[in-house]
């Protein structure tokens, strides 16, 4: 019988430990846009761009005009679990922030050459911070607006296995250009602005009305075919704009999913979406649906993957029931096309 060498147990060294953990966040260039993002929003920001290159591989810009970083966090920022959102476990339980886990920046870091760029309202100048897989290499004072810069290049260059799995530019790019589009629907008093190698692919106004961004970003000839309507219940406040059964698709990429503000994944809202529509398609065709939910931060987990893609509600029958519902009730009212086209 062989003799199994028994290896003693030490601990990673933290840049192996930080590459690791990265990966659980950062597996593609979407998931850095997405945390950028959404750290802008974080800082109340009311206008964000974004800018990408060769699909975000080789550069990735997110500039924000929000609350800025003060100098003396600039560097806590980039650590693992250091946040200003949450305080406390008891915090975990109502999180109103989209970030609250303290490790976007760290992952970030740590897989890609990173430039962050800031300044507060209260500060005469800002500062900018380099890093090279996540060690500084650069911090100096600079004259800079108020707001925040990340700028993202040569992601993976020190990780070659995640290299490797990275898809062409233009799938990357479509996932990204896909995600910009939902946020700046469900942000849209927040103005937002796209840049694809150098083409602004689109900017919103900022001013407020999904459907005009729907129009902006999408199409008219989309916004046309869409049945605009609120519903809310004790617990549950939906916004939703759905197509008419008529207008269905071979697929559900045109479904998009809100909660509280989260783009996420979830399989009780395409279920309810399906319910609704039962009756009225065939097996294999889907509708449009944009469905922005509101529930109370205490009926909701977000805390069940640190990609924050899907969210767990305490009650996933009420809420799949309440949408199926909503929806059914303003396909059958003949008024509710008639009512988006007054709104114009
Ligand atoms: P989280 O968002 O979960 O707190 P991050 O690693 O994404 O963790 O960011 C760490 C901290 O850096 C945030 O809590 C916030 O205080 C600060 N920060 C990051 N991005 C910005 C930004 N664009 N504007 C202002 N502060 C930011
Ligand atoms: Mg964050």
Redesign the pocket.
Known sequence: MDIIEKKRITELPKHVADKIAAGEVVDRPLSIVK?LV???I??GSTSIVVEIKNGGKSYIRVT?N????EKGDVEL?FKRH????IRNASDLDSIQSL????????SIAAVSRTELI?KTADEKSGIRIRLEGGDIAEKVDTGCPEG?T?IIEDLFFNTPARLKFMKPDATESTLIIDFISKMALAYAQIKFRLINNGNILFSTTGKGDIYSNILTIYSKDLGDKLIHFKEKSQELTLEAFVSAPSQSKTNRKSQIFFVNGRSIASKVMENAVTDAYSEKLFEGRYPIAFLFLQVSPDKLDVNIHPNKKEVRFDDERAVRDFIGSAIRTNLNSKDAIAEIKKDQ
């Open positions: 945390e959404e750290n802008a974080d800082a924000d929000g609350s800025g970083i920022a250091a946040t200003s959102k970030g609250f886990r303290g490790e976007a920046l760290a800031t925040t990340v």
